[in-house]
């Protein structure tokens, strides 16, 4: 899996048009998923409740002990992958191991950590490593985590969820509200931010940190200088029909892939949110388990991950998901369309003939589809050397004139034309016998 750093997906496709595979028990995947980080040699790994896993692209492999030494447990609730290297794992009932170069390191109560969950990770500009745990905050001397709540004035021990913005300015979740530690200062600073589901902190790619809350929806925390569309205020996230939704990941176009309880759907414009809500019907641009996903979200077991080519990967109750672009795209036509007849059209266009009632659409740059009004039940096309397009449908002929179509009659009654070719006079047809 390792791979040189890639473009995001493309924007101008719906997920549907993206290659999807999915990774479920039966291909020896882990359910239940909690966590998904890509480490610097390229391997997948994947916090669950069943234990930790490795993932080449191939082969799923339970890490339970690494050239002897033991995991301390199976119970693994947070995974972090530090840009300097190695793996980080934190466990449901305490405790922390650092996997690097075939070597695990765990510590426990003797080297400072408590019994309690280990809630997260994350990394200050000068390389220390920070931990949330549900006891207090910890941080990392190299071979001690030291408790600096009291230092730090933390007002309560549970600390669900840290991260560091851009300016070097800490962040983290007390119970139900949010507190922040400038560089330089001594005491963390109350905010009047109040929490009131599960969260987390993600940050975009042009450093805006955001702030997830599983019931109140998004808002920026932190934001660079310059032009931004992110809102200090509250932005919910809401299907209609099924209720609060989630951000699960932000790529690096800034898109926001989000999770509902039947399936994933995809933002890719901030402003529209801003401006509209969140779309809703056939315009929305989803993937449900209808469609393929290996599970719903809503056990609240779902992870994401955008990986070093682009690729985005969704952990799910029911296993693992991963969506790249191909070399194929998938078009969508009307829902009845079939047999299909292609044709070039102009600049970087194809002119497609279904024999249906709708029967000719335009595909131009982004598969974006266009219905051409007039041909229909087309069972054949052919773009002559002048340019022109020739239709061959179950009732009649059309050909391009301009932005417009022709129709000609077909010289015999109820006889469809299979194939067309050019002759020095014009274009032959075939019609079935």
Known sequence: MLASPACALSPDLAIKQFYHTAWTAKEGAPTDIEGLVQTRDGYLWIGSTAGLFRFDGVRFERIDAIHGQRLPSRSVHAVWAPPSGGLWVGYVFGGASFISNGR???????????????????????????????????????SHWADVSAELRLPKTYASMLSFDRSGTLWIAVDNSIMYLRPGERALTPTDIRLDGAIKFLEGPDGTLWLIDGTQGIRALYMPPGPTNASKEWLRLEDQRLGPIDVKVIDRDGTFWISTPIGIRRLRDSTALLRDGLADGVSADAFLVTDGLTGPASK????????????????????????????LTRVDLAADSDGFALAAGDGDAMLIGADSRNGAFKVTKGSTVEAVPGPREVTCAYRDPDGIVWFGGREMIWHSAGQRWVAIDLPVDNRAVCSAWPMASGVATENPR
Do not use: M
Request: a positive charge; aromatic letters at 10%.
């Open 300 to 327: 609240g077991f779902l992870s994401g991950l955008e990986d070093r080519e682009g690729n985005i990967w969704i952990g799910t109750p029911g296993g693992l998901d991963r969506f790249r672009e191909s070399r």
């Open 104 to 142: 695990i390191r765990s510590y426990g109560e003797r080297e400072g950590l408590p019994v309690g969950s280990v809630r997260g990770f994350a990394q200050d500009k000068s390389g220390t490593v920070w931990l949330a745990t549900t006891r207090g905050l910890r941080r990392f001397d190299g």
